[in-house]
């Protein structure tokens, strides 16, 4: 048999990469998932997901987690620009820890509202990022900085497919998963997860991201006082380790509450061995994805 001779050419550059002999089929690494969080301060976002966050980083996926107010009201002793700017540098140094990209709006903390405005940021900080997954707190919640995050990322959820809505960023072909991080209020209707991930593989590196929220978590934020941060070492090590023990035990509460969903997604034997977790919702607004589509979104079961 005659080969053109472009197909030998073509097995004689191959046979050259390759000494053996043998050509060696390329394969295209999967793209990467791209998820976008959405949480009302520098912190929100790092509570609720930095653990997911963490494990999809991990696989090589790219994560952004915006913070939609710059948080300068969060302190007890400091604010305006010199606690924004000690909270924009907090959540640099989480998401250095996570392996993520994070972003601060300069919206005022507790003056956030749901303008056109700010649902346009929203929409092209979705569009921009080309965002498989948005997620984000319910619209009901105690801080009105939270619900109101909540309602611009319901808002943003089918605007970002919409061309002639922000027409200067490309609009989105499809539309992303929006979900909800959890929450413990029970009206109008209680958060029920819809996926729930075993986070104990990486706890402690959540734990270490949470230890540069100093402002926030050591020092206790808008509601701390001087009495929670010792200035000798010792008494700032005993705090941290404070602060780590009350988010380990945080993200056990979250496996107790949820332990029925826990074994439907992992099955029984893993679900015993399972200490640590953090849960989503599906949003309504955005795409539905079935069981298949989420353990391709959070491909982490079976590891």
Same mark, same amino acid.
């Given at each position: 048999?005659? !080969? ?6 073509? /097995?004689?550059? !191959?046979?050259?990469? +390759? ?15 791209? &998820? ?7 912190? *929100?976002?790092? &509570? ?6 963490? #494990? ?23 604010? $305006?620009?010199? #606690?924004?700017?000690?909270? #924009? ?22 003056? /956030?509202?749901?303008?056109?405005? %700010? ?20 619209? =009901?919640?105690?801080? @009105? ?9 319901? *808002? ?8 002639? +809505?922000?027409? *200067? ?5 499809? %539309? ?12 109008? =209707? ?12 990486? &706890? ?16 206790? $934020?808008? %509601? ?5 941060? @010792?200035? *000798? ?15 380990? =035990? ?51 079961? $079976?590891?």
């Amino acid at each position: 048999m005659h !080969l053109p001779r472009l197909a030998v050419l073509a /097995l004689l550059s !191959l046979c050259i990469a +390759f000494p053996s002999g043998i050509p060696v089929q390329a394969v295209a690494p999967p793209t990467p998932l791209r &998820i976008i969080c959405f949480g009302a301060h520098p912190d *929100d976002c790092e &509570i609720q997901a930095a653990g997911t966050a963490a #494990l999809w980083a991990a696989k090589g996926h790219k994560v952004k987690l915006v913070s939609v107010t710059n948080g300068d009201i969060g302190h007890w002793r400091d604010a $305006g620009g010199p #606690l924004a700017q000690r909270r #924009l540098e907090e959540v640099r140094a989480a998401a250095t820890v996570l392996g993520v990209e994070c972003e601060v709006l300069d919206i005022h903390d507790g003056e /956030l509202l749901p303008t056109l405005e %700010n649902r346009r940021m929203l929409v092209r900080l979705i569009r921009q990022w080309n965002a498989d997954i948005v997620i984000g707190p319910r619209p =009901n919640d105690y801080h @009105p900085d939270h619900r109101y995050t909540g309602v611009l990322v319901q *808002d943003a959820a089918y605007m970002v497919t919409v061309p002639f +809505f922000c027409p *200067d960023v490309p609009h989105l072909k499809r %539309n992303p998963v929006f979900m909800y991080f959890p929450d413990s209020f029970q009206k109008p =209707n209680p958060f029920a997860p819809d996926v729930v991930i075993a986070i104990d593989s990486v &706890i402690e590196r959540k734990l270490d991201a949470l230890d540069k929220l100093v402002s926030q978590f050591h020092e206790g $934020g808008a %509601n701390g006082s001087p009495d929670l941060m @010792p200035s *000798d070492p010792e008494g700032q090590k005993r705090r941290s380790q404070e602060v780590r023990e009350y988010f380990r =035990n945080r993200q056990k509460g979250l496996r107790a509450r949820f332990q029925d969903q826990v074994v439907a997604w992992h099955g029984a034997d893993t679900a015993s061995k399972i200490q640590y977790i953090e849960a989503f919702e599906i949003c309504e607004y955005g795409r539905r994805p079935d069981q298949a589509e989420l353990k391709r979104l959070f491909p982490f079961f $079976g590891d």
